[in-house]
Each structure stands twice: as C-alpha cells, then as structure tokens.
C-alpha cells in the first residue's frame, strides 16, 4: 500500500503473494521489492506498470547506467530499464 501523508489518502493498493522485502524510488519510478516478484509503479499516475517474476529469491539491488540491477541467490542478474 502506498499511502500519502498529507492528503490521508491511499494512492496504490498491491496484493503481494511473497514476503515484501524494500522498495527503491528513480525519478519516474517506484520498485516494490518481494521474495519473488518486483512491482514497477509509475511514480505520477501510481499504476502498476508491469510485474516482474525474479528466477529464485531477491539478493540485492542497485541503480546502475539508468536500470535497477537485481542479484538474486542463485547468482542470476536482472537488468531493468527506468
């Protein structure tokens, strides 16, 4: 749920099927991170934009040459564009 303070309003409302772990901000976006999924979410319009199946649970992130740059545990990387 992403909820905005000053007008007491929800703006976005997930339904996650794994365990939340982070969110990460770029200036057009907002990732939710879970075990197994990350959420892209316009940061204007709060809509989901797509949803992205990870191949084995999430590691870390990083921005990196304008992409989200996700290690999962099984060594794999994923690349996705801002």
Not at 55 to 80: A, W
Request: glycine fraction near 2%; charge should be negative.
């Amino acid at each position: 749920m992403i909820f905005d303070f000053n007008t007491l309003s929800i703006l976005c409302h997930l339904s996650l099927d794994t365990y939340y772990i982070t969110s990460k901000n770029s200036d057009s976006w907002i990732y939710i991170i879970t075990e197994l999924e990350i959420f892209q979410i316009n940061i204007m319009t709060f809509s989901t934009h797509r949803i992205l199946a990870l191949p084995d649970i999430y590691e870390d992130s990083e921005f990196e040459n304008h992409h989200l740059k996700v290690r999962c545990m099984d060594g794999t990387f994923i690349l996705i564009p801002e």
